[in-house]
């Protein structure tokens, strides 16, 4: 049986342990770990919340929508994965953060959808810094262009980026996609666009979360590290 408590504890120190040697942080305070719990189940989900993690990420609006039900809890909800934008009314609705931003096209139709539910909505943009032909995300060059455009737009509250790494066995080889990261995001405070608040850098899953907080992350999305490998 998965030790969800143990688990939670041993990310944990592992983030505060990478947070130390990180020139970026201050405090293991400051790096929001986010329970990716795609393909668990809600009474993982309660354990994971009993032992104090207060954000979920999701991968499909379905999915977070049929537990969002269920899990009547006081927990924010984060979008990781690839959103459709004929889902972006669902999405707005459910989701407190949506990471996954990685088009134009697609921020506009959240724009629109926020603006009929009346809300600003918090997004990040994703971005494909490893340029891997299987994920998807804004190309590295395209990033500042779209963050400008992106901020235009009345509905929606630009609050960072976020990238998904390449699986490798060593993860020192993804240290310099975390690195341009962190400089595309640096470069984006420094712009202080009106209509952004750049406080959010999503990078870093199981395998790779402790290269990403030494490089600068304060965000990690960890699923497998906490509720151990998913059944498909
Ligand atoms: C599934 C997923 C994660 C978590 O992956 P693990 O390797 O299980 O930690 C993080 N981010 C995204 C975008 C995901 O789809």
Known sequence: MTDIRQNIQIVQEHIAEAVARSPYLDSADDVTLIAVTKNHGVEAMRQAIDEGLVVIGENRVQEAESKYDVLSRDVSWHLIGHLQSNKAKKAVRLFDLIHSVDSLSLAEAINVAAGKEGIVQDILLQVNVAKDENKFGLDAEETMDTAQAVCKMEHLRLRGLMTIAPFTEDCETVRPFFRKLRELYEQLQKDDLAGSQID???????????VAIEEGANMVRVGTGIFGAREY
């Open 200 to 210: 959010c850098l999503s990078m870093g899953m199981t395998h790779d979360y402790v």
